[in-house]
C-alpha cells in the first residue's frame, strides 16, 4: 500500500512560478517511479512529467517545452514539480501517483493516486 498527498497548489499569474509536492507513505520501498498528472475541466488526464524514485530518471511531455521541472528526495519521500512560466492552459488539478512497475510509461500501472491540488493560473 502506498498512500500520496499532493500539496502546493494555489492561485498564481501568468508567467509566474509554483511548486508542487507529493508526499508518499506507505510500502514507499516498493516505488519505480512516481508521475505528475494533470486534469482541466472537460480534458483528460494527461501526463505532465515522471521520475523513478530510485535513479531519478525523468521523462517531460513534449508540450512543456522545458517550463517544468520534477525532483525527488528519497530521504522525505516527497517528490516535486517545479512549475515555471506558468500559462492560463495550465490551469488543472495536479496529481501525483505512483507505480511499483519497470513499465511506467503505462498510464494503467500507476495504481495510486493522490487525490489532486487545484492549480489556477490566472491571465
Known amino acids: 500500500q502506498v498512500q500520496l498527498v499532493e500539496s502546493g497548489g494555489g492561485l498564481v499569474q501568468a508567467g509566474g512560478s509554483q511548486r508542487l509536492s507529493c508526499a508518499a507513505s506507505?510500502?514507499?520501498?516498493?516505488?519505480?517511479?512516481v508521475g505528475w498528472f494533470r486534469q482541466a475541466p472537460g480534458k483528460e488526464r494527461e501526463l505532465v512529467a515522471r521520475i523513478s524514485w530510485s535513479a531519478g530518471t525523468t521523462y517531460y511531455a513534449d508540450s512543456l517545452e522545458g517550463r517544468f521541472t520534477t525532483s525527488r528526495d528519497n530521504t522525505k519521500n516527497t517528490v516535486y514539480l517545479q512549475m515555471n512560466s506558468l500559462k492560463p492552459e495550465d490551469t488543472a488539478v495536479y496529481y501525483c501517483a505512483a507505480t511499483r512497475s519497470v513499465n511506467w510509461y503505462r498510464l494503467q500501472n500507476y495504481n495510486y493516486w493522490g487525490l489532486g491540488t487545484q492549480v489556477t493560473v490566472s491571465s
Open positions: 506507505g510500502r514507499t520501498g516498493n516505488i519505480y517511479a
